[in-house]
Structures are given as structure tokens and as C-alpha cells.
């Protein structure tokens, strides 16, 4: 111990004489009505080593007295409740929220650089108003998105329940119900859980407490930006009928600049795109997970390049989303691909039967290049008056004159036809 307990005023200087503890609401305990025992310089702090008030009490029936281990100074320099030495804001170990905020622990651990930080530590304490936490953890931002899906948000009063009854595990407990300790199977002593360390809790370093909840931080769901830094649109899912762009536009602006929002009401979607990327990420980062407009919980993704959905697309029957699309009845099937070009095959511009006649078909020579060819069923302009019914068929290929292409107004059987014929002969 760094001061010793004799007479010497000196050393007493820097002791610690308190009032009241500074405790979380789980290791106070749900009964209002409580009494503690106090005793001035009881016990040295686990961590600076200097006596301090120890305070020792009964959260509730059936449950284990408590008693205060660290000094105020230490609870105050790490923002910990003085007996289970968790986060008195979230909760949470002293490693989970150091790496949620992105704090480095600087407090040192040989004895007389403790002593000289701590009592650096007790001045800056003094000239603060005592409501925010001091040190590094002052200067760290005020929340992380990982420390509030970790937090809990109620006591949790099973830590205070009495310890395991080990006459009970050796089955020799003669107490039964009177037995004031839990008569329940103990741990697995291999589990990490069971070996824990005050020191370690508190200096953020081999805690499995710490490790098991951030193996569960590094599993939730996330939302990781793209590479394509071109890409400032946010996919909204999960509109429904009562979400309109108003209300999206309420929420979003205040992340930066909207350059426009597109509803589509057949998907229950909309897209936002940001004027610019930070807008876009922050937007992404607040909202993920977190975004209930109506009491709609909304679904928030990042959107994708033109380039990339082209590529996509869908295939072999599978959206984009990765679902199953069942085929259409009633639509065609994909087309065949093109026949080869060969130069020296005949041009059969009118889809002609091969095995006819080359008189009938009239096969003519490839038009000179940079000419293209006429379309099928289009010719010189031959105009003709039509009647009140529509025109009938045309004879088949044997009954046609050969020699000659044929045109659907020079059909003999057509309305009109000897008369546009003979006028262009006239001509």
C-alpha cells in the first residue's frame, strides 16, 4: 500500500471520505428501502491502493450483501459503478465501450506512476462540475451506434443472487431450503467466465465478459458502403401505402443535401440519392436497423451503379433480390440466334420458299454496298383506294405470273389494283 495507517496526518491527506457510493441501479437493487453499513478507511482500493469509505448493503430478499471495491476516485476516472466495475451509462464492460468509442486506456500500472496520475486525476475532478467524465473519456464522442444495440436498457438483478452452495456440490448442504446459497450446478470451470479478474475488468484488458459480447458486436447485421465511390443512393424498402415523400424528405435532410427522391408505389420502395458521399454514409450509418417512419420499420440498403445492374440483371430466372421468378404463361420463347452471313448465299429478301423456282422467287444480286435493301413488303409508292372491307388474301405462290416481283397493290384480286397498275404503265 502506497500510505501507510499510522499517525502521521501526511499520509492520511489523500483518503477517501464519502457519503454516499456511486453504484449502478443492478447492484443497488430494485427495493427502495434499503440501509448500509459505512466504515471510514475500511478497505485499500483494488486499484490505487489507498483506504477508502466502504460501504456494504443487502439489494433485496434473497440476495448477497455487496460492498463497494474501488474508490470514488477510480470509479470517477472510468465512469464505473464501485462494485461490479461496469459502464454506468450503457452497462457494459470498461473494454466493450473503450473500443466503442475508440478510447485508449492511458492509466498507468506501476505504483508510483498511479499515485502521481491519480492525484493529477483528484485536481481535474475537483475543478469540473462533476456531471461528465474526465480524461480521455470526456474528449471521446458522446455514443456509438455499436454501445447502443450492446447496452441494456434494464437492471439486471440475477448478478446479485447469492453464490453456489458448495456443500451442496459436494452433497453434504444439511440446510436444504434454509440454505441462504443457491443450490444450483456450477460452471464449467474451463469457461472463460468462470476465471475473472477485478484488475483486468478494469483496466479493459482479458476480459471475457468483454470478449463474448464483442464476438456478438462483430455478428450483428451491418451496412458496409460500396467501393464505387460514385454511389450516393440509399434504397428504401418496406414503404407500404402510408409513407410519402415528405416524410422521407423530413427524416433525411438533416444528413446533407437530397438531390432527388423516386417513390415507386408498385415495389413499396424509393430511392434517395445525396448530393454528396458523406451525406449518403452518415445517412446509412444512422439509419440502418434504426429507421421507423409511422411505425413502419424500414428497410435501408445502399443503391447500386447502372453499370453493375446491367451486369446482373436477371438470370436464369432469379432476380436481383435472389428470388425464384416463376416463368409467365402465354409469352413466347427466346428468339433463335441469327444464321451465319455468307457472302455468297443468295439475298431472300422476301422470305421466299427455297425450293421454288428461281423465276418465281426471282432471287436478285446483293444491292451495291452502302445501299441497304428495301424492307419486306415495301416497294415503289403505289397508292389505291381501300373499300369498307378489308382486302382479301393474296393467291398462293403457284397462281402468281412468274417473272416479275410481286407487290401487294399489283395483286389482280386487290381492289384497285388494275387501275394504280395501269396508271404507272401510262406514266
Known amino acids: 500500500m502506497a500510505t501507510s495507517l499510522g499517525s502521521n496526518t501526511y499520509n492520511r491527506q489523500n483518503w477517501e471520505d464519502a457519503d454516499f457510493p456511486i453504484l449502478c441501479q443492478t447492484c443497488l437493487g430494485e427495493n427502495p428501502y434499503i440501509r448500509m453499513t459505512k466504515e471510514k478507511y475500511g478497505k485499500e482500493c483494488k486499484i490505487c491502493a489507498r483506504p477508502f469509505t466502504v460501504f456494504r448493503w443487502c439489494p433485496g430478499t434473497r440476495m448477497r450483501f455487496k460492498k463497494t471495491e474501488v474508490c470514488q476516485t477510480c470509479s470517477k476516472m472510468k465512469n464505473v459503478c464501485q462494485t ?3 459502464d454506468l451509462e450503457y452497462g457494459l464492460p470498461i473494454q466493450v465501450r473503450d473500443t466503442g468509442l475508440s478510447v485508449k486506456d492511458e492509466v498507468p500500472k506501476s505504483d508510483v506512476n498511479k499515485e502521481y496520475y491519480t492525484q493529477n486525476m483528484e485536481r481535474e475532478i475537483a475543478n469540473s462540475d462533476g456531471t461528465r467524465p474526465v480524461g480521455q473519456l470526456g474528449k471521446a464522442p458522446s455514443s456509438s451506434d455499436m454501445l447502443l444495440k450492446l447496452a441494456r436498457t434494464t437492471p439486471y438483478y440475477k448478478r446479485n443472487r447469492p453464490h453456489i452452495c458448495s456443500f451442496w456440490v459436494k452433497g453434504e448442504c444439511k440446510r436444504g431450503e434454509e440454505c441462504p446459497y ?12 468462470a ?3 477485478i484488475k483486468d475488468r478494469y483496466y479493459g484488458i482479458n476480459d471475457p465478459v468483454a470478449d463474448k459480447l464483442l464476438k456478438r458486436a462483430s455478428t450483428m447485421p451491418r451496412l458496409d458502403p460500396p467501393d464505387d465511390k460514385s454511389i450516393t443512393t440509399l434504397y428504401i424498402g418496406g414503404l407500404g401505402d402510408t409513407v410519402t415523400d415528405g416524410e422521407l424528405k423530413s427524416h433525411f435532410y438533416q444528413f446533407g443535401e437530397i438531390r432527388t427522391i423516386t417513390i415507386v408505389q408498385r415495389q413499396q420502395c424509393a430511392f434517395i440519392q445525396f448530393a454528396t458521399r458523406q451525406a ?37 430466372g432469379v432476380s436481383e433480390m435472389g428470388t425464384r421468378l416463376d416463368p409467365v404463361p402465354g409469352l413466347p420463347g427466346a428468339l433463335p440466334p441469327p444464321p451465319a452471313l455468307d457472302e ?71 381492289m384497285g389494283a388494275h387501275a394504280a397498275h395501269g396508271s404507272r404503265h401510262g406514266d
Not at 439509419?287 to 440498403?301: A, C, D, E, Q, W
Not at 418465281?360 to 428495301?374: D, E, R, T
Open 280 to 316: 449518403a454514409e452518415t445517412a446509412a450509418e444512422k439509419s440502418f436497423n434504426k429507421l421507423i417512419i409511422n411505425g413502419r420499420r424500414l428497410t435501408v440498403k445502399w443503391g447500386r451503379s447502372q453499370a453493375a445492374r446491367g451486369k446482373e440483371g436477371i438470370k436464369d
Open 182 to 193: 443457491r443450490h444450483e450446478k456450477p460452471t464449467d470451470p474451463d469457461d472463460p467466465l
Open 344 to 414: 455468297e448465299a443468295p439475298a431472300n429478301y422476301f422470305n421466299l420458299d427455297p425450293s421454288t423456282s428461281p423465276a418465281v422467287m426471282n432471287i436478285a444480286l446483293p444491292p451495291p454496298p452502302g445501299i441497304n435493301p428495301p424492307p419486306p413488303g415495301f416497294g415503289p409508292p403505289m397508292f389505291h383506294h381501300m373499300g369498307p372491307m378489308g382486302p382479301p388474301m393474296p393467291p398462293p405462290m403457284s397462281m402468281r405470273p412468274p417473272g416479275q416481283i410481286h407487290y401487294p397493290s399489283q395483286d389482280p384480286q386487290r
Open 195 to 197: 476465471d475473472q479478474n
Open 84 to 86: 461490479c466495475l461496469l
